[in-house]
């Protein structure tokens, strides 16, 4: 992939991008008291801020509010498992230069590697599917490219099933009584212990907070996938 002019420009990595969305959010406000003589003398040297209130931020901020600073390797590993599966099955291409059939068949063959038995083949398949709803962002130049495939890929895989699966898995991981009492067991729980975990919640929140929010740019069946998802999410709130 090369930039105008024909010179290669290095693709953007999410986590830098959420780094920097990160930077520019972390401000902290007092709320409920009057400010002191000290406070007062401080804000003369202040600009002001504007605040923009809702019910969530932008989605690159969100993404940058999902993972912690301890997480952000992950980001890595999660575009490893897809382009080592990716590199044998995607024919010789990139995902953005494949036809959309193309890309249905392919999340086909990942949505059949999560009812595998073995965890870490599992684990690998639901990475590769993480890798494609935070937008492909290696194969990107751009924040608005990396925001394109990232709602293309959501609505895709919403189409696809794919929240179904999810579900389906996060409840045997729920049920599954044995993890949770090696869990108990051990003196420190890290990250690893929670991986297949925080990959299925991952992935099931990209997919909430990109179909909730409506862009000029959609097209117009994702309008009505949308209502869809509102409905099966009801529907899951009270199973």
Not at 41 to 68: C, H, K, R, T
Request: with cysteine; aromatic share 10%.
């Amino acid at each position: 992939m090369e930039a105008a002019g024909g010179s290669s420009v290095p693709a953007p990595r999410l986590k830098e991008l959420c780094r920097h969305q990160r930077r520019e959010s972390e401000v902290s406000i007092s709320f409920g008291r009057g400010p002191t003589d000290r406070q007062q003398q401080g804000s003369l040297d202040l600009p002001n801020l504007e605040f923009e209130y809702g019910d969530s931020d932008s989605i690159v901020a969100e993404l940058s509010e999902l993972y912690s600073y301890t997480e952000e390797p992950e980001f890595a590993a999660n575009r490893d498992c897809f382009e080592e599966d990716f590199a044998i099955h995607g024919r010789g291409k990139k995902w953005v230069e494949l036809e959309e059939n193309e890309h249905k068949s392919y999340l086909m063959r990942l949505l059949d590697g999560l009812e595998v038995i073995n965890k870490e083949k599992r684990i690998k398949f639901a990475r590769a599917i993480l890798y494609l709803a935070q937008g492909v962002f290696d194969d990107c130049y751009t924040e608005t490219e990396v925001i394109h495939w990232a709602r293309y890929n959501v609505f895709l895989l919403y189409e696809m099933g794919t929240f179904g699966a999810l579900v389906e898995l996060l409840n045997m991981e729920i049920d599954n009584s044995q993890t949770c009492s090696s869990s108990l067991r051990k003196p420190a729980i890290s990250l690893a212990d929670s991986t297949e975990l925080r990959v299925l919640l991952n992935i099931m929140y990209l997919m909430v907070e990109i179909i909730r929010c409506e862009d000029e740019d959609d097209k117009p069946e994702w309008s009505s996938a949308r209502d869809g998802f509102r409905t099966e999410l009801n529907i899951c709130k009270d199973m």
